[in-house]
């Protein structure tokens, strides 16, 4: 197989990924049309506040985008905690540990996935302040490693 197939397999492969993406999110917009308005309900009365929480994530190349979820937890004005720091259960609502253990609150990412932001498939995207930190933090670790490797060669 010579290197041309081989790169219009791999455009063909990302273009049945793309189609199956947008045929299976049409095809739940009405569900998500449905059980948004019967979490709506529910929240009024389980989950008082927005029906909605929207975070800025980190896609493709490192690009930004708002991704859309069912709230879940108590709104706080700034996340604190870092990439590896554990998740804030107490934040949980009764009503969201439904929601997350059912995994309805990520159905409204496929408002994101129609968008062409991220896939059905494939990684999860993370929270884009903690995805920079991340990065900064293992590029001041490969620095000082380096800086070591080039001392010891002195």
Do not use: H
């Not at 189609?19 to 009405?30: A, E, G, Q, T």
Request: with cysteine; proline share 4%.
């Amino acid at each position: 197989m010579n290197i041309s197939n081989r790169t219009l397999g791999n455009k063909m492969f990302w273009i049945n990924k793309r189609l199956f993406d947008i045929l299976v999110c049409l095809l739940l917009i009405p569900l998500l049309f449905i059980i948004s308005i019967i979490i709506l309900l529910f929240n009024y009365f389980f989950n008082s506040g927005s029906l909605f929480f929207i975070q800025d994530r980190m896609g493709k190349n490192c690009s930004v985008f708002s991704a859309i979820k069912f709230r879940t937890m108590v709104p706080v004005k700034e996340i604190t905690r870092k990439y590896d720091d554990p998740i804030e259960t107490n934040r949980i609502t009764s009503f969201g540990k439904i929601l997350r253990k059912s995994r309805i609150d990520e159905l409204p990412q496929i408002l994101n996935v129609l968008k062409g932001e991220m896939s059905l498939i494939g990684p999860r995207p993370d929270y884009y302040i903690q995805n920079v930190n991340y990065i900064i933090e293992l590029k001041i670790i490969g620095n000082t490693i380096i800086t070591i490797m080039r001392g010891m060669g002195k």
